[in-house]
T-cell receptor, first 111, second 115 residues
């Protein structure tokens, strides 16, 4: 299995631009998670999907952030408009209700 | 509130020496406990997990961890460290509520290995 696939691996954008991060979970996993990692706040859960349905989005920082999972093999995390404080590494993880397997992450830099 | 504390931010050991990384948690119910490792520029890889049963659990890469309920601890150990073990290690506690296991991560311990 290829593991969780994330794209792009690196993204540099200017403040105000829209950013879309992509994730392909491991086949057969019915849970998908988006995390953000920063030096100041560590690893934070942003949103959790189960069977393509958002279950817990309490970690989404504000309305500028949105996530979708149109099918079992694809999810997106969108930031619109982006701000410098959104600079972080964003991880996607998939698994079941007990375990999570992480992708390599997308390093986002907003200038 | 549920939390995970990793008291050591940085640890340096010599190759071949033993290793113990500390993890303490605060959680009212029986916890699900995890250790993950993150190499530079990589995602988090699951090393081992504890759900129930034997309190000494074996993981990948020669790591083990022991759950001690009386001390609210889940320390990670390895008898002989290799240079390739240099990475950041995260302890996490899972809170099973709302139908899923929400992970709360510690701040991480960065391990350096001297030759």
């Amino acid at each position: 299995d290829a593991g969780v696939i994330q794209s792009p691996r690196h993204e540099v954008t200017e403040m105000g631009q829209e950013v879309t991060l992509r994730c392909k979970p491991i086949s057969g996993h019915n849970s998908l998670f988006w995390y953000r990692q920063t030096m100041m706040r560590g690893l934070e859960l942003l949103i959790y999907f189960n069977n393509n349905v958002p279950i817990d989005d309490s970690g989404m920082p504000e309305d500028r952030f949105s996530a979708k999972m149109p099918n079992a093999s694809f999810s997106t995390l969108k930031i619109q408009p982006s701000e410098p404080r959104d600079s972080a590494v964003y991880f996607c993880a998939s698994g079941d209700v007990y375990e999570q397997y992480f992708g390599p992450g997308t390093r986002l830099t907003v200038t | 509130a549920q939390s995970v504390t990793q008291p050591d931010i940085h640890i340096t050991v010599s190759e071949g020496a033993s290793l113990e990384l500390r993890c303490n948690y605060s959680y009212g119910a029986t916890p699900y406990l995890f250790w993950y490792v993150q190499s530079p520029g990589q995602g988090l890889q699951l090393l081992l997990k504890y759900f129930s049963g034997d309190t000494l659990v074996q993981g990948i890469k020669g790591f083990e961890a022991e759950f001690k309920r009386s001390q609210s601890s889940f320390n990670l150990r390895k008898p002989s460290v290799h240079w390739s073990d240099a990475a950041e290690y995260f302890c996490a506690v899972g809170m099973f509520s709302g139908g899923y296991n929400k992970l709360i991560f510690g701040a991480g311990t960065r391990l350096a290995v001297h030759p």
